[in-house]
T-cell receptor, first 112, second 110 residues
Framework: EADIYQTPRYLVIGTGKKITLECSQTMGHDKMYWYQQDPGMELHLIHYSYGVNSTEKGDLSSESTVSRIRTEHFPLTLESARPSHTSQYLC???????????FGPGTRLTVL | GESVGLHLPTLSVQEGDNSIINCAYSNSASDYFIWYKQESGKGPQFIIDIRSNMDKRQGQRVTVLLNKTVKHLSLQIAATQPGDSAVYFCAETGGNQFYFGTGTSLTVIP
């Protein structure tokens, strides 16, 4: 069982709200990732970090931002949520860039 | 770009039978592959991995086969159980980032 946690698990909010999705891992992994997954679809990388103070955008264009102030914490923020942001957001971490990625349980976000 | 796809979107098997889930990839430089299991409402769970210097790897009730010639990966589940019902997808990397397939939904019929 991987030690990676996400909160909240489910979130329903109104358009225009600012939200932060939390992700924490206790494995000491340097590499952390955020993916977006729509039902029945593949995972799309939206952000990643290879260490503290290092963040990069992934393949999928996203209006979200991330920060990496501490190794174990990689929060994702939406400044102004829109219905198009409705999706499942998965956080993952790995020891090395090409090592197995361990996933959190996900946050299912619904924007009304 | 990368292309990782699964041959069948759904698969139904009888409890106790063996299951085979397939995955094709397009990047000949990919050298590390993972199979994940994702149950409804949960995050993907690591099942088994294989590196390109191997063509077969076995775990508990699962076997992954890698055919680099045709860029094909398969997951075999022996004696499939109801708890195996989930979406299974492969992931591959050539050293930069992982690319994930869409997934195959496995349903085990009691």
């Amino acid at each position: 069982e991987a030690d990676i946690y996400q909160t909240p698990r489910y979130l329903v909010i109104g358009t225009g709200k600012k939200i932060t999705l939390e992700c924490s891992q206790t494995m000491g992994h340097d590499k952390m990732y955020w993916y977006q997954q729509d039902p029945g679809m593949e995972l799309h990388l939206i952000h990643y970090s290879y260490g503290v103070n290092s963040t990069e955008k992934g393949d999928l264009s996203s209006e979200s931002t991330v920060s990496r102030i501490r190794t174990e914490h990689f929060p994702l923020t939406l400044e102004s949520a829109r219905p198009s942001h409705t999706s499942q957001y998965l956080c993952a971490s790995s020891l090395q860039r090409t090592d197995t990625q361990y996933f959190g349980p996900g946050t299912r976000l619904t924007v009304l | 770009g990368e292309s990782v796809g699964l041959h069948l979107p759904t698969l139904s098997v009888q409890e106790g039978d063996n299951s085979i889930i397939n995955c094709a990839y397009s990047n000949s430089a990919s050298d590390y592959f993972i199979w994940y299991k994702q149950e409804s409402g949960k995050g993907p769970q690591f099942i088994i991995d294989i590196r390109s210097n191997m063509d077969k790897r076995q775990g508990q009730r699962v076997t992954v086969l890698l055919n680099k010639t045709v860029k094909h990966l398969s997951l075999q589940i022996a004696a499939t159980q109801p708890g195996d019902s989930a979406v299974y997808f492969c992931a591959e990397t050539g050293g930069n980032q992982f690319y994930f397939g869409t997934g195959t939904s496995l349903t085990v019929i009691p």
